[in-house]
């Protein structure tokens, strides 16, 4: 009897045992429960399907206009400087285009205009006991004329090289595409001058991209299926003219 109850004793597990146990269980089961979570993560099924976007851009609008100032006044951030720039540009256009005002007679008017309220302001002080008007000192700094000089040179070497790739005859569907925007281009400059379409192309910059980024879904998921569209019908046409235009012979070139 003795015997069986000290072998009783040895079999139930101390208190400390116990507790071991059950906290070895949790700190298990919290693994295998994590592990499992990460697999779920880790699914191809948890990620969610690539978004189609105009171009194939992967950063925002903002960012894709080089952010800054620049971007704040296409994307309208700042309501009051857009509409004054906006606002600038219209009244430029209607001095040039609907007034037939010239820029040369402009820039001259207001200069005398500013020249002559400055110079009788200065006069007039001396008889009103005032201070003379502040004339301020202009200067042009030199960077930003070095950068903006600099990114437009970088920006034309890049459209020679364009042109020069497009006149090499090496890829016939950026010839189709190039040939077709400048066909374009050229029918829209016949409708109007080159100060109307330059207001154009303004007004469009402050307009498209502030509406693209409000409306960004809906456009991007047309988008997407007008070119699945284009494709298409650029094989077919592929199939049907491109393919068939004799070419000449390629001759295998020697290897010295």
């Not at 609008?61 to 994307?75: E, F, R």
């Not at 009103?128 to 200067?139: G, L, M």
């Not at 281009?185 to 693209?212: A, D, K, M, Q, R």
Request: proline share 5%.
């Amino acid at each position: 009897m003795a015997t069986q109850m000290a072998d009783h004793e040895d079999s139930t597990p101390s208190p400390v045992e116990s507790m071991m146990e059950k906290i070895s269980e949790k700190i298990h089961g919290h693994d295998s429960s994590s592990s499992d979570s990460d697999n779920e993560k880790s699914s191809p099924s948890a990620f969610k399907a690539k978004v189609y976007r105009i171009f194939g851009r992967e950063k925002p609008v903002h960012k894709v206009l080089g952010g800054g100032k620049p971007a704040d006044v296409v994307l309208w951030r700042n309501k009051k400087i857009s509409a004054g720039v906006l606002g600038g540009a219209t009244a430029v256009w209607i001095l040039f285009e609907l007034l037939e005002y010239h820029l040369l007679t402009l820039v001259c008017h207001c200069s005398i205009l500013a020249l002559a309220i400055l110079f009788l302001w200065s006069n007039a002080t001396t008889f009103i006991n005032k201070a003379p008007p502040h004339i301020p000192e202009v200067h042009i700094p030199e960077d930003p004329v070095l950068q903006f000089a600099s990114a437009l040179r970088i920006e034309i070497n890049r459209g020679f090289t364009l042109l020069r790739n497009v006149a090499s005859g090496k890829d016939l569907k950026k010839f189709l595409s190039v040939i077709a925007g400048l066909w374009v281009v050229s029918i829209v400059g016949s409708w109007c001058n080159f100060l109307t379409l330059f207001y154009i192309v303004f007004v469009l910059l402050h307009t498209v991209p502030v509406l693209y980024e409000k409306y960004e879904d809906p456009v991007d998921s047309f988008a997407e299926k007008a070119m699945v569209e284009i494709k298409r019908q650029y094989a077919v046409f592929d199939a049907k003219v491109l393919s068939r235009i004799p070419r000449g012979p390629l001759k295998d070139k020697k290897i010295a």
